[in-house]
T-cell receptor, first 112, second 112 residues
């Protein structure tokens, strides 16, 4: 079975802190994605990556950056966390088949 | 651009009731269509998919038919169970573009 793991299920950070969210997949998928999920807004794509060291902005990249140094790992970085970044963050990966994404369990981030 | 519109929730049904969750889409070309489900405290998982017009996706008693003429992909189940309580997301992707476009999600609660 494909497995996508995220480093934390729950995280509490203070405003202004630098935050790292880690995602690892074990199926050699080329594509990896970071979403945030908010009530009434569904899932919104933050960043995605088609290959190592490649990244593309999604729909809401402001305030975020990403890093993909190895194929299996995709990191989301909040350079200076703000309260409006309190959300559920979901990582996903996929092979070349369009749209078939495997999701991690999510990280619920609270910024105080 | 692509967009997905789902019926607003929350939806509350009694066990063994018939379920329909409406989903319509706007897309260029011939998208693939998906239903994802998110159980409490978990990430999303693929429920079913359809890749061309008139295809029917099915899984766990759920069904959805790709209707190009009405640009719809409604989710149905003949007899729901308490264990079906979850948030359901309709999504699409275009061939050659691995990104998914999600609807806002519909929360379903089944009461015994």
């Amino acid at each position: 079975d494909v497995k996508v793991t995220q480093s934390s299920r729950y995280l509490v950070k203070r405003t202004g802190e630098k935050v790292f969210l880690e995602c690892v997949q074990d199926m050699d998928h080329e594509n990896m994605f970071w979403y945030r999920q908010d009530p009434g807004l569904g899932l919104r794509l933050i960043y995605f990556s088609y290959d190592v060291k490649m990244k593309e902005k999604g729909d809401i990249p402001e305030g975020y950056s990403v890093s993909r140094e190895k194929k299996e790992r995709f990191s989301l970085i909040l350079e200076s966390a703000s309260t409006n970044q309190t959300s559920m963050y979901l990582c996903a990966s996929s092979f070349s088949a369009a749209g078939l994404e495997y999701f991690g369990p999510g990280t619920r981030l609270t910024v105080t | 651009g692509n967009s997905v519109t789902q019926m607003e929730g929350p939806v509350t049904l009694s066990e063994e009731a018939f379920l329909t969750i409406n989903c319509t889409y706007t897309a260029t070309g011939y998208p693939s269509l998906f239903w994802y489900v998110q159980y409490p405290g978990e990430g999303l998982q693929l429920l079913l998919k359809a890749t061309k017009a008139d295809d029917k996706g099915s899984n766990k008693g759920f069904e959805a038919t790709y209707r190009k003429e009405t640009t719809s992909f409604h989710l149905e189940k003949g007899s729901v169970q308490v264990s079906d309580s979850a948030v359901y997301f309709c999504a699409l992707s275009n061939f050659g573009n691995e990104k998914l476009t999600f609807g806002t999600g519909t929360r379903l609660t089944i009461i015994p």
